[in-house]
């Protein structure tokens, strides 16, 4: 893993703690993100929070909701860059990219939620953008889902297909410890 770069941290927000998704995997994917984001602190590189919004007043993405703020566990610190996106690509309509190319970042490890949407969406911009991508599968998180024919996948088959689709095409999928002890130097 090269010296330039940057880890994104992709809504990781109070909206997600809402009963309305459901049931989510991984629960301990905050305090993995939390463990990434120290290590990336001790050694001064490039930190992003992506933080969604809405237009909507209704929505738990809604600036002047609590939903919008992001959790405690992961809060940015002063110099830490935070970009707010209303899509599920964290490239679409912000300086992402730009911010990448400036600093001159070429690896970027990415963590979030929610794995099947803009954690994914992300993750395949970034691959296509030519980064050198890493997502790791248990900073991340799902949510189960029905599909169009009703029928319900529970939150580790989404999260792991998600994942699947995602490894060797246009990322590598780490876990945490594997990206600390392996691919940390």
Same mark, same amino acid.
């Given at each position: 893993? =090269?010296?330039?770069? /940057?880890?994104?941290?992709?809504?990781? @927000?109070? /909206?997600?703690?809402?009963? +309305?998704?459901?049931?989510?995997?991984?629960? *301990?994917?905050?305090?993995?993100?939390?463990?990434?984001? @120290? #290590?990336?602190?001790?050694? &001064?590189?490039?930190?992003?929070?992506? @933080? !969604?919004?809405?237009?909507?007043? !209704?929505?738990?993405?809604?600036?002047? *909701?609590?939903?919008?703020?992001?959790?405690?566990?992961?809060?940015?610190?002063?110099?830490?860059?935070?970009?707010?996106?209303?899509?599920?690509?964290?490239?679409?309509? $912000?300086?992402?990219?730009?911010?990448? +190319?400036?600093?001159?970042?070429?690896?970027?490890?990415? $963590? &979030?939620?929610?794995?099947?949407?803009?954690?994914?969406?992300?993750?395949?911009?970034? &691959?296509? #953008? &030519?980064?050198?991508?890493?997502?790791?599968?248990? /900073? $991340?998180?799902?949510?189960?889902?029905?599909?169009?024919? =009703?029928?319900?996948? =529970?939150?580790?088959?989404? !999260?792991?297909?998600?994942? /699947? %689709?995602? !490894?060797?095409?246009?990322? %590598?999928?780490?876990?945490?410890?594997?990206?600390?002890? *392996?691919?940390?130097?």
């Amino acid at each position: 893993m =090269d010296k330039n770069r /940057a880890l994104i941290i992709v809504d990781v @927000q109070k /909206a997600f703690d809402d009963n +309305k998704w459901g049931e989510r995997n991984n629960p *301990n994917a905050e305090e993995n993100i939390r463990r990434i984001l @120290q #290590l990336w602190r001790e050694k &001064g590189w490039t930190v992003i929070h992506i @933080q !969604h919004t809405s237009d909507n007043p !209704h929505s738990l993405f809604y600036p002047k *909701n609590k939903g919008f703020a992001i959790k405690e566990i992961v809060q940015p610190i002063d110099e830490e860059v935070i970009i707010t996106k209303k899509v599920n690509s964290s490239f679409i309509h $912000t300086n992402l990219e730009e911010f990448l +190319k400036e600093k001159d970042i070429t690896t970027v490890v990415i $963590t &979030g939620l929610t794995t099947p949407h803009c954690v994914s969406t992300t993750t395949r911009m970034s &691959g296509n #953008l &030519g980064f050198d991508t890493y997502l790791i599968s248990d /900073a $991340t998180a799902a949510f189960g889902l029905k599909d169009q024919n =009703d029928i319900y996948y =529970d939150p580790n088959t989404i !999260h792991n297909l998600s994942l /699947a %689709t995602l !490894h060797d095409e246009f990322a %590598t999928v780490l876990t945490t410890d594997q990206l600390i002890n *392996n691919f940390i130097k």
